[in-house]
């Protein structure tokens, strides 16, 4: 089978359930606290070997109970944790996250051990990203890591995809290496200017990436589904109708289950529903990895 590699974070989330986001200066009671593997690149890693993908995960955690306990995990995904790297002086990172009744979340990081995933670590792993099929980036890592990896995965021929999240702006220099981008609305916006609402923003936010020199664009639209465009086919491809509980990782259950579909030898259009199908199912559920599926749930929920 082709091999994904996901390279990206690892974060201990620390997740209070809230009947509403507490405002400036308000003492809110919560009614639940749990600590949630996540993290992106872990997320993301996660939802693609849960929904078979052969994949090899390159990452940084703190020499600490909860980050080798992350690892023990990913491992029992079928995960390849040989280039999960353990940081001798800095914690595994770590996310506060608020999740509120209606089942929307709010998230503050502090990158600690993901910090120390430097260019000089991404190099240590180049013979890893030359031989994938494709290389899966997010930006909870440094970025001139996630630019050092983009660039030996360009010049080895392994297929670029970005999900360009949290938003931030990034250089005209790593997007033009890119030959899949994954962002949200906000994501979407911030890159390219253009506030995406429905399919004719859509549009026009996807053609401003386009002109940046990268071939394929899916913007996820939340509950609307997603926006595809490449190599002149485009369409708004709806998800499906479920109730949400909890959205966190439903991007990175969307990315993960993407690309595992695809490399299975499914069309974009196929590994779409498939991913829409994964995400779906995983903002019924609570937390972020305890969130997402297995195939056989998947499959199951398409049938
Ligand atoms: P998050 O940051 O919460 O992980 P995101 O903002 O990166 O998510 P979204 O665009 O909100 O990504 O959603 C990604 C995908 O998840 C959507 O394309 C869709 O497949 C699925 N999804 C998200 N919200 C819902 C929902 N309420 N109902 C059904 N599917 C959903």
């Given at each position: 089978m082709k091999q994904l590699v996901v390279l990206g974070s690892v974060n201990a989330d620390h997740v209070l359930r809230v009947p509403h986001f507490p405002r400036p200066g308000e003492t809110l009671r919560g009614h639940s606290y749990q600590v949630l593997p996540g993290g992106k690149g872990a997320n993301q890693a996660v939802a693609a070997a849960r929904l078979g993908a052969?994949?090899?995960?390159?990452?940084?955690?703190?020499?600490d109970a909860i980050g080798r306990q992350m690892r023990d995990g990913f491992a029992a995904d079928g995960i390849d944790v040989s280039a999960v790297e353990c940081d001798p002086a800095l914690p595994t990172g770590i996310a506060i996250i608020y999740v509120s009744d209606e089942g929307e979340n709010n998230i503050g990081l502090s990158a600690e051990a993901n910090g120390a995933l430097t260019p000089e670590v991404v190099e240590r792993h180049a013979?890893?990203?030359?031989?994938?099929?494709?290389l899966l980036l997010?930006?909870?890592?440094?970025?001139?890591?996630?630019?050092?990896?983009?660039t030996l995965a360009h010049a080895a021929g392994t297929?670029?995809?970005?999900?360009?999240?949290?938003?931030?702006?990034?250089?005209?220099?790593?997007?033009?290496?890119?030959d899949l981008i994954?962002?949200?609305?906000?994501?979407?916006?911030?890159?390219?200017?253009?506030?995406?609402?429905?399919?004719?923003?859509?549009?026009?936010?996807?053609?401003?990436?386009?002109?940046?020199?990268?071939?394929?664009?899916?913007?996820?639209?939340g509950a609307q589904g997603v926006y595809w465009s490449e190599q002149?086919?485009?369409?708004?491809?709806?998800?499906?109708?479920?109730?949400?509980?909890?959205?966190?990782?439903?991007?990175?259950?969307?990315?993960?289950?993407?690309?595992a579909e695809q490399l299975r030898g499914a069309?974009?259009?196929e590994a779409i529903r498939f991913a829409h199908a994964a995400a779906a199912l995983s903002v019924t559920?609570?937390?972020?990895?305890?969130?997402?599926?297995?195939?056989a749930e998947v499959r199951a929920f398409l049938k």
């Open positions: 052969d994949i090899g995960f390159i990452a940084r955690i703190g020499d013979a890893r990203i030359a031989g994938a099929d494709t997010q930006l909870e890592v440094p970025l001139e890591s996630v630019l050092h990896a983009a297929r670029v995809v970005l999900n360009p999240a949290p938003a931030q702006p990034l250089p005209a220099s790593l997007l033009a290496l890119v994954t962002p949200n609305q906000t994501e979407a916006e911030l890159l390219t200017g253009v506030a995406v609402t429905d399919e004719a923003s859509a549009r026009a936010a996807a053609a401003r990436f386009h002109a940046m020199g990268i071939a394929s664009v899916m913007i996820t639209l002149g086919e485009a369409a708004l491809i709806p998800g499906f109708r479920v109730t949400a509980i909890d959205t966190t990782a439903a991007g990175d259950t969307f990315n993960g289950a993407l690309l069309s974009m259009p559920r609570f937390g972020a990895q305890s969130s997402i599926p297995h195939l």
